[in-house]
């Protein structure tokens, strides 16, 4: 990776898709620590162990923390994302139309997302601050009227909107998918202050007869992390090569090749998915947490969109499994994976082109999807299992979720720095 970006650096074109990526981010870091006027972020200090606010907070790249201009992230442009997706499979006539235009269809949808996403971002603001303040306690919100509601949900509307810009724009003129760089920021910017948090809790403010107990403990889990890490770049990379042959053969072109299919085909965005979809019911309950808060129906639902109960930790997990399968699908349409080889003139050994391909295709792209998103609903729900059975910090619970959304930006951000390596030299060897 390191050798990979000292090479992109002595390129002119990709050294400043580097260069305006870092800005991006450091611009969205800077607004992050801006806190929107007309509430009291100490009174946050009392939704530390808040799950809601813990999930929010992880989406946002770790802007919910501080109330910030960006608290709410990029959360409601990947619920209006999905929305706008679901929409797609024969359920909005326009939308299915506009999905088969091509760019031109794609530039539509991408517009009917955005108007979405202001409308998402409006609610979600609104019903946030009003259950913060119901949660954190009285003073969160300094003058709790419809005057200051109305602010709030305007200027953390607003920061959504502009990040959400800031996220096009590197995916766009920068390096890795705009979106994901943003919450893969957050996470690495959390880095340092929870070492030294784990630090002081672990050997400084403890007795001296504890702390050799507690220097294993340490050990132990620099070891784990290392293993985590190792297994899940592993397995993203993993991927299951099928043969192709070729029935018109180009002068020393070889005769036959390979299609490969990743076991993770639809890499982190499940687990984004599914923790900023799990996010936004919260938010709506957060609006009638005063007045229905002690109603069973209330407490049935709230317990249900909370990770990190019982039920709510099988919904969490059922969520990853299943954008996990519909993601897939979307990265690698079997219809067009086989409509695209039988105009090469290629073909799977044993397998007819066209319907059969598909089939044949559909039929692996599932049993690979069950298996990918068995690993990513693993290693998403073990640290909350955790948390609980060793009474370990609440954000632990999140430890597998930030993990995944982090070795896999990393991932996916080297092959795309890569990828522009190798555009370079192919082109260089043609202009020779």
């Given at each position: 990776m390191f050798k990979l970006l000292k090479d992109g650096m002595k390129v002119k074109d990709i050294r400043h898709r580097i260069f305006f990526t870092l800005f991006i981010l450091f611009a969205f870091r800077f607004g992050a620590h801006i806190t929107v006027p007309g509430v009291d972020i100490k009174a946050?200090?009392?939704?530390?162990?808040?799950?809601?606010?813990?999930?929010?907070?992880?989406?946002?790249?770790?802007?919910?923390?501080?109330?910030?201009?960006?608290?709410?992230?990029?959360?409601?442009?990947?619920?209006?994302?999905?929305?706008?997706?679901?929409?797609?499979m024969d359920i909005v006539p326009k939308f299915v139309e506009w999905s088969k235009q091509g760019e031109v269809g794609r530039r539509k949808l991408n517009q009917a997302t955005r108007y979405?996403?202001?409308?998402?971002?409006?609610?979600?603001?609104?019903?946030?601050?009003?259950?913060?303040?119901?949660?954190?306690?009285?003073?969160?919100?300094?003058?709790?009227?419809?005057?200051?509601?109305?602010?709030?949900?305007?200027?953390?509307?607003?920061?959504t909107m502009l990040v959400t810009w800031m996220g096009e724009q590197i995916t766009d003129k920068g390096i890795g998918n705009g979106v994901s760089m943003i919450i893969f920021a957050g996470i690495i910017s959390r880095i340092p202050k929870g070492i030294v948090s784990l630090i002081e809790d672990r050997l400084i403010n403890i007795k001296p007869e504890d702390r050799m107990m507690n220097i294993l403990f340490l050990v132990?889990?620099?070891?784990?992390?290392?293993?985590?890490?190792?297994?899940?770049?592993?397995?993203?990379?993993?991927?299951?090569?099928?043969?192709?042959?070729?029935?018109?053969?180009?002068?020393?072109?070889?005769?036959?090749?390979?299609?490969?299919?990743?076991?993770?085909?639809?890499?982190?965005?499940?687990?984004?998915?599914?923790?900023?979809?799990?996010?936004t019911p919260n938010a709506i309950m957060q609006l009638f947490s005063a007045t229905k808060g002690s109603a069973t129906w209330f407490k049935v639902v709230q317990h249900m969109f909370d990770y990190s109960t019982l039920g709510g930790g099988i919904f969490y997990t059922l969520l990853?499994?299943?954008?996990?399968?519909?993601?897939?699908?979307?990265?690698?349409?079997?219809?067009?994976?086989?409509?695209?080889?039988?105009?090469?003139?290629?073909?799977?050994?044993?397998?007819?082109?066209?319907?059969?391909?598909?089939?044949?295709?559909?039929?692996?792209?599932?049993?690979?999807?069950?298996?990918?998103?068995?690993?990513?609903?693993?290693?998403?729900?073990l640290p909350v299992i955790a948390q609980k059975l060793w009474d370990l910090p609440t954000a632990i619970g999140l430890g597998g979720t930030s993990l995944l959304i982090a070795v896999g930006v990393a991932l996916e951000t080297a092959k795309q720095l890569e990828g522009l390596m190798m555009k370079r030299q192919y082109t260089g060897f043609i202009v020779e």
């Amino acid at each position: 990776m390191f050798k990979l970006l000292k090479d992109g650096m002595k390129v002119k074109d990709i050294r400043h898709r580097i260069f305006f990526t870092l800005f991006i981010l450091f611009a969205f870091r800077f607004g992050a620590h801006i806190t929107v006027p007309g509430v009291d972020i100490k009174a946050l200090a009392n939704l530390s162990d808040n799950p809601l606010f813990n999930m929010i907070n992880t989406v946002s790249g770790s802007a919910m923390e501080n109330f910030s201009l960006f608290a709410l992230g990029v959360s409601p442009y990947i619920t209006s994302s999905i929305i706008i997706q679901l929409l797609q499979m024969d359920i909005v006539p326009k939308f299915v139309e506009w999905s088969k235009q091509g760019e031109v269809g794609r530039r539509k949808l991408n517009q009917a997302t955005r108007y979405l996403t202001l409308v998402m971002a409006f609610l979600q603001s609104i019903m946030i601050t009003a259950g913060f303040n119901q949660f954190a306690g009285v003073g969160f919100v300094k003058t709790p009227d419809a005057k200051t509601y109305m602010m709030v949900g305007i200027i953390l509307t607003a920061g959504t909107m502009l990040v959400t810009w800031m996220g096009e724009q590197i995916t766009d003129k920068g390096i890795g998918n705009g979106v994901s760089m943003i919450i893969f920021a957050g996470i690495i910017s959390r880095i340092p202050k929870g070492i030294v948090s784990l630090i002081e809790d672990r050997l400084i403010n403890i007795k001296p007869e504890d702390r050799m107990m507690n220097i294993l403990f340490l050990v132990l889990l620099v070891v784990a992390i290392l293993a985590i890490v190792t297994f899940v770049t592993y397995f993203n990379q993993a991927e299951r090569k099928i043969p192709i042959q070729y029935t018109k053969r180009v002068a020393g072109a070889p005769q036959s090749s390979y299609l490969p299919l990743k076991v993770n085909a639809a890499g982190v965005i499940p687990v984004i998915f599914a923790s900023s979809l799990l996010a936004t019911p919260n938010a709506i309950m957060q609006l009638f947490s005063a007045t229905k808060g002690s109603a069973t129906w209330f407490k049935v639902v709230q317990h249900m969109f909370d990770y990190s109960t019982l039920g709510g930790g099988i919904f969490y997990t059922l969520l990853i499994v299943g954008f996990t399968f519909f993601y897939a699908f979307v990265q690698v349409n079997p219809e067009k994976v086989a409509e695209n080889l039988q105009k090469q003139g290629s073909y799977i050994p044993s397998v007819r082109p066209g319907a059969s391909t598909e089939n044949y295709i559909s039929s692996l792209l599932m049993r690979l999807s069950a298996v990918g998103s068995l690993f990513l609903a693993a290693v998403a729900i073990l640290p909350v299992i955790a948390q609980k059975l060793w009474d370990l910090p609440t954000a632990i619970g999140l430890g597998g979720t930030s993990l995944l959304i982090a070795v896999g930006v990393a991932l996916e951000t080297a092959k795309q720095l890569e990828g522009l390596m190798m555009k370079r030299q192919y082109t260089g060897f043609i202009v020779e």
